[in-house]
């Protein structure tokens, strides 16, 4: 209890500090590995704290880490601040207005997710100086979660290598653990090539590439029956080619993403897509070329490190709220559907749905339960990170009640005090959860023995292709 309270303590005192920072990466939401600004912001941040960055890691111009201490043991910190496509809003907010029309917006809240993981660095920083705690603290900037796998160029440069243990959150709607497995996933443009011609005078001189784009989606989707139940394929035609009909298409572009609970069906899955892409071109006498897009692998839950993240998650205080935090939360959630809002109960027990019902805002924390070997239906390039070190990760109450993640509704919390002091809350929870572990190094042991028992033997190997630098 008492290092929790130190923790809490030290964040609670840069608070000003830690809020600044996450509402200045929201308010210039960037794309994944154009996060210039966002990742200057950290580094600067980092630099100011003490610590030694590196920029620029794994070949990844955003990517970057932040280091103090030395020596065993190693704890990582994984922060993101990617934003979202076409999510672009005003904050505080309770309806949809964006800032710049069609602009972006940090719709899966990763300003929080940044900062949060910031704020637990720094405060397991101070506290090691305090305590003369030997060891040392890495604060992971990971580039490009949403797409681009920023994570998995940086396991597959080795960087989490001498790492002990990998901590990291996402802002929620209510606090929990992430103590799941998830999807492995691959994803790749198919650029087919063809031949324009007058689509009426002379059609028999073009090769249509749209054509061959939309013969691939057929075959594919005629593949759905012969898969595994638990894999997902998802596409979109990001070009067709142009808007003329008259012209036959010489150009097209679909892109896949393949998601699958092993990395081994995965690239078994994405073999048979190429194939399917390969008929597409004989038929349409069309060539093609693939464009590596991002590949993520499954989570692997680590319950050592649960049960000692949970117990961090009861000790550290939660946050309170005034008058103005719920009438925010109750506008917002007039928002949503009753869908949105029922989803949110989902493999809660029925107590806590009781409780939660009378609420717009989650403060409490459900009971714990062991869902290790649940799957979601989900990819996370966490995942990578969670093949070679043991990982965990926890969520804290961010947005209200039944908030989906990437909408507008969690782009206009994402800046507010509901938003903050859940931020605030998961740095303390990570803070917590890595004194802990590097003060008894026996949770240590049992969580890497926890990490190789599940891996079965199997080592990790990146799904990107060695051609991609
Ligand atoms: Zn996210």
Redesign the pocket.
């Known amino acids: 209890m008492q290092f929790q309270q130190a923790l809490s303590t030290i964040i609670e005192q840069k608070k000003g500090k830690f809020i600044a920072l996450s509402d200045n990466i929201w308010n210039v939401p960037e794309l994944h590995f154009q996060e210039y600004k966002s990742s200057d912001y950290l580094c600067e941040a980092l630099e100011e704290e003490g610590f030694q960055v590196e920029r620029n890691v794994a070949g990844l111009k955003t990517a970057f880490v932040g280091s103090y201490g030395t020596g065993k043991p190693v704890v990582a910190i994984l922060g ?1 601040f990617d934003a979202l496509a076409g999510l672009s809003q005003k904050k505080g907010l309770t309806h949809n207005d964006p800032v710049v029309e069609g602009g972006s917006g940090h719709g ?3 300003n929080l ?1 940044g900062t949060g993981s910031f704020a637990a660095a720094v405060a397991i920083k101070d506290y090691m100086a305090l305590t003369k705690l030997e060891g040392t603290v890495r604060f992971y900037g990971c580039p490009a ?2 797409s681009g796998s920023g994570k998995a160029f940086m396991t597959r440069a080795g960087l989490f290598d001498d790492v002990d243990v990998a901590l990291s959150w ?1 802002p929620g709607d209510k606090p929990g653990l992430m103590n799941f497995g998830s999807l492995a996933n691959y994803s790749a443009r198919f650029q087919f090539k063809g031949k324009s011609a007058h689509a009426s005078a002379a059609p028999h001189l073009g090769r249509s590439a749209l054509d061959a784009v939309e013969l691939m989606n057929v075959g594919v989707n005629y593949l759905r029956e012969h898969m595994i139940p638990d894999a997902r394929v998802h596409y979109a035609v990001s070009d067709t080619g142009g808007v003329s009909p008259n012209v036959v298409q010489a150009n097209a572009e679909v892109i896949y993403l393949i998601r699958a609970p092993e990395k081994e069906q995965v690239k078994d899955l994405y073999s048979r897509v190429y194939d399917i892409a390969k008929g597409a071109a004989l038929m349409t006498g069309t060539t093609f070329e693939v464009e590596f897009e991002g590949t993520a692998s499954n989570l692997i839950p680590n319950t050592v490190l649960a049960d000692v993240m949970y117990e961090n998650l009861t000790e550290v205080d939660l946050p309170l709220y005034d008058d103005v935090d719920q009438a925010f939360a109750k506008e917002i959630r007039s928002t949503l559907s009753q869908e949105d809002i029922k989803s949110a109960y989902e493999g809660l027990d029925k107590k806590t749905v009781k409780k939660l019902q009378e609420r717009d805002i989650a403060d409490l924390v459900p009971p714990h339960r062991d869902t290790s070997e649940l799957i979601l239906p989900g990819s996370t390039d966490v995942g990578d990170v969670s093949w070679v070190v043991p990982t965990m990760q926890c969520t804290t109450t961010c947005f209200a009640i039944g908030t989906p ?1 990437h909408t507008w509704q969690v782009v206009s919390q994402g800046a507010m005090p509901i938003a903050h002091k859940g931020m605030l809350h998961a740095g303390k929870v990570l803070a917590s959860t890595a004194i802990e572990v590097m003060e008894k190094p026996d949770l240590i042991k049992r969580a890497k023995a926890e990490l190789l028992e599940r891996l079965d033997g199997e080592q990790y190997t990146s799904l990107i292709p060695d051609s991609v630098i």
Do not use: P, Q, T, Y
Request: hydrophobic share 20%.
């Open positions: 993101e899966c809240g990763h997710l979660e949403e996402h993640l």
